[in-house]
Protein backbone atom coordinates (compact mmCIF):
# COMPACT_ATOMS: atom_id res chain seq x y z
CA UNK A 1 0.00 0.00 0.00
CA UNK A 2 1.42 3.56 -1.48
CA UNK A 3 1.81 5.48 1.60
CA UNK A 4 -0.26 9.31 1.76
CA UNK A 5 1.99 11.91 0.13
CA UNK A 6 2.07 15.08 3.53
CA UNK A 7 1.91 18.33 2.16
CA UNK A 8 2.54 20.85 5.01
CA UNK A 9 1.01 24.10 5.04
CA UNK A 10 2.98 27.07 6.64
CA UNK A 11 1.62 30.12 8.01
CA UNK A 12 2.67 32.93 5.13
CA UNK A 13 0.25 29.95 3.02
CA UNK A 14 3.48 28.37 1.31
CA UNK A 15 2.80 24.79 0.78
CA UNK A 16 6.00 22.12 1.19
CA UNK A 17 5.50 18.63 -0.63
CA UNK A 18 7.57 16.34 1.85
CA UNK A 19 8.19 14.08 -0.79
CA UNK A 20 10.20 16.54 -3.04
CA UNK A 21 11.29 18.49 -0.65
CA UNK A 22 10.40 21.40 -2.49
CA UNK A 23 7.18 23.84 -2.79
CA UNK A 24 4.57 23.68 -4.34
CA UNK A 25 1.83 25.61 -5.59
CA UNK A 26 -2.47 24.90 -5.47
CA UNK A 27 -1.68 24.09 -9.49
CA UNK A 28 0.77 20.93 -8.32
CA UNK A 29 -1.90 20.36 -5.88
CA UNK A 30 -4.70 20.22 -8.02
CA UNK A 31 -1.89 17.92 -10.67
CA UNK A 32 -1.43 15.49 -8.13
CA UNK A 33 -5.69 15.35 -7.64
CA UNK A 34 -5.86 14.39 -11.55
CA UNK A 35 -3.00 12.13 -11.54
CA UNK A 36 -4.67 10.34 -8.69
CA UNK A 37 -2.11 11.01 -6.09
CA UNK A 38 -3.12 10.29 -2.37
CA UNK A 39 -1.88 13.60 -0.57
CA UNK A 40 -2.94 15.23 2.91
CA UNK A 41 -2.05 18.73 3.67
CA UNK A 42 -1.44 19.45 7.23
CA UNK A 43 -0.68 22.55 9.00
CA UNK A 44 3.36 22.95 9.61
CA UNK A 45 2.64 23.66 12.99
CA UNK A 46 -0.25 21.80 14.63
CA UNK A 47 -0.45 19.16 12.56
CA UNK A 48 -4.10 19.57 11.64
CA UNK A 49 -5.54 18.34 8.94
CA UNK A 50 -5.78 21.27 6.30
CA UNK A 51 -7.19 19.27 3.32
CA UNK A 52 -10.50 20.06 2.68
CA UNK A 53 -10.40 23.64 2.77
CA UNK A 54 -6.86 23.53 0.64
CA UNK A 55 -9.37 21.72 -2.00
CA UNK A 56 -12.19 24.43 -1.65
CA UNK A 57 -9.68 26.90 -2.22
CA UNK A 58 -8.99 25.05 -5.45
CA UNK A 59 -12.50 24.62 -6.14
CA UNK A 60 -13.00 28.67 -5.46
CA UNK A 61 -9.98 29.57 -7.86
CA UNK A 62 -11.20 27.16 -10.65
CA UNK A 63 -14.84 28.67 -10.69
CA UNK A 64 -13.45 31.93 -10.48
CA UNK A 65 -11.46 31.27 -13.94
CA UNK A 66 -13.00 30.69 -17.46
CA UNK A 67 -16.13 28.62 -17.52
CA UNK A 68 -17.80 27.64 -13.92
CA UNK A 69 -19.18 24.43 -13.29
CA UNK A 70 -21.40 25.48 -10.57
CA UNK A 71 -23.96 27.85 -10.92
CA UNK A 72 -25.28 30.16 -8.22
CA UNK A 73 -28.35 28.36 -8.45
CA UNK A 74 -26.52 24.81 -7.34
CA UNK A 75 -24.46 26.50 -5.18
CA UNK A 76 -27.53 28.48 -3.44
CA UNK A 77 -29.13 24.47 -3.16
CA UNK A 78 -26.08 23.20 -1.29
CA UNK A 79 -25.98 26.12 1.14
CA UNK A 80 -29.85 25.87 2.20
CA UNK A 81 -28.82 21.73 3.12
CA UNK A 82 -26.32 22.98 5.91
CA UNK A 83 -28.28 22.79 9.12
CA UNK A 84 -30.94 20.74 7.64
CA UNK A 85 -31.33 17.39 8.85
CA UNK A 86 -30.65 16.00 5.55
CA UNK A 87 -27.44 17.55 5.96
CA UNK A 88 -25.01 14.45 6.03
CA UNK A 89 -27.13 12.64 4.20
CA UNK A 90 -26.65 15.39 0.85
CA UNK A 91 -23.09 14.89 0.95
CA UNK A 92 -23.26 11.03 0.51
CA UNK A 93 -25.98 11.44 -2.32
CA UNK A 94 -23.60 14.08 -3.57
CA UNK A 95 -20.49 11.59 -3.48
CA UNK A 96 -22.09 8.59 -4.90
CA UNK A 97 -23.80 10.76 -7.55
CA UNK A 98 -20.37 11.95 -8.91
CA UNK A 99 -19.37 7.80 -8.57
CA UNK A 100 -21.70 7.10 -11.01
CA UNK A 101 -21.12 9.70 -13.29
CA UNK A 102 -17.26 8.77 -13.29
CA UNK A 103 -18.67 4.96 -13.98
CA UNK A 104 -20.89 6.02 -16.48
CA UNK A 105 -17.83 8.22 -18.17
CA UNK A 106 -15.75 5.69 -18.04
CA UNK A 107 -17.93 2.90 -20.01
CA UNK A 108 -18.64 5.84 -22.34
CA UNK A 109 -15.28 5.96 -23.50
CA UNK A 110 -14.79 2.37 -23.48
CA UNK A 111 -17.77 1.69 -26.28
CA UNK A 112 -16.49 4.43 -28.11
CA UNK A 113 -13.14 3.04 -28.02
CA UNK A 114 -14.98 -0.15 -29.78
CA UNK A 115 -17.17 1.76 -32.39
CA UNK A 116 -17.41 -0.87 -34.45
CA UNK A 117 -20.55 -0.66 -36.66
CA UNK A 118 -21.96 1.81 -34.86
CA UNK A 119 -22.37 5.65 -35.95
CA UNK A 120 -21.05 7.83 -32.77
CA UNK A 121 -24.44 8.95 -32.48
CA UNK A 122 -26.30 6.30 -32.67
CA UNK A 123 -24.14 5.07 -29.90
CA UNK A 124 -24.15 7.80 -28.08
CA UNK A 125 -28.50 8.14 -28.04
CA UNK A 126 -28.00 4.08 -26.66
CA UNK A 127 -25.48 5.36 -23.57
CA UNK A 128 -27.44 8.23 -22.87
CA UNK A 129 -30.58 6.53 -22.43
CA UNK A 130 -29.46 3.70 -20.21
CA UNK A 131 -27.49 5.88 -18.35
CA UNK A 132 -30.91 8.19 -17.36
CA UNK A 133 -32.61 4.36 -16.77
CA UNK A 134 -29.82 3.71 -14.56
CA UNK A 135 -29.77 7.10 -12.74
CA UNK A 136 -33.47 7.14 -12.37
CA UNK A 137 -33.58 3.86 -10.70
CA UNK A 138 -30.63 5.28 -8.19
CA UNK A 139 -32.94 8.38 -7.45
CA UNK A 140 -35.57 5.97 -6.78
CA UNK A 141 -33.99 3.80 -4.23
CA UNK A 142 -32.00 6.44 -2.55
CA UNK A 143 -35.28 9.33 -2.19
CA UNK A 144 -37.55 6.46 -2.13
CA UNK A 145 -36.29 5.39 1.35
CA UNK A 146 -36.34 9.05 2.87
CA UNK A 147 -39.24 10.15 4.74
CA UNK A 148 -39.51 14.21 5.89
CA UNK A 149 -42.33 13.45 8.39
CA UNK A 150 -40.08 10.74 9.96
CA UNK A 151 -42.56 7.79 9.45
CA UNK A 152 -40.66 4.41 8.61
CA UNK A 153 -39.91 3.11 5.32
CA UNK A 154 -42.45 0.47 4.00
CA UNK A 155 -40.73 -2.42 1.52
CA UNK A 156 -39.67 -0.88 -1.57
CA UNK A 157 -38.90 2.19 -0.36
CA UNK A 158 -42.42 3.61 0.10
CA UNK A 159 -43.21 5.53 3.91
CA UNK A 160 -46.50 5.72 5.63
CA UNK A 161 -48.71 8.94 5.38
CA UNK A 162 -49.66 10.47 8.31
Do not use: C
Not at 11 to 39: A, C, K, M, W
Request: charged letters at 25%; glycine letters at 8%; zero cysteines.
Amino acid sequence: MAQVRIIKKYPNRRLYDTEISSYITLEDVRQLIVDGEEFQVRDAKTGEDLTRSVLLQIIAEHEQDGQPMLSTQLLSQIIRFYGDSLQGFMGSYLERSMEMFLEQQQQFRSQLNSLIGQTPWAMLNQITERNMDLWKDFQKGLLGSIDPEGNKPRQGGRTRSR
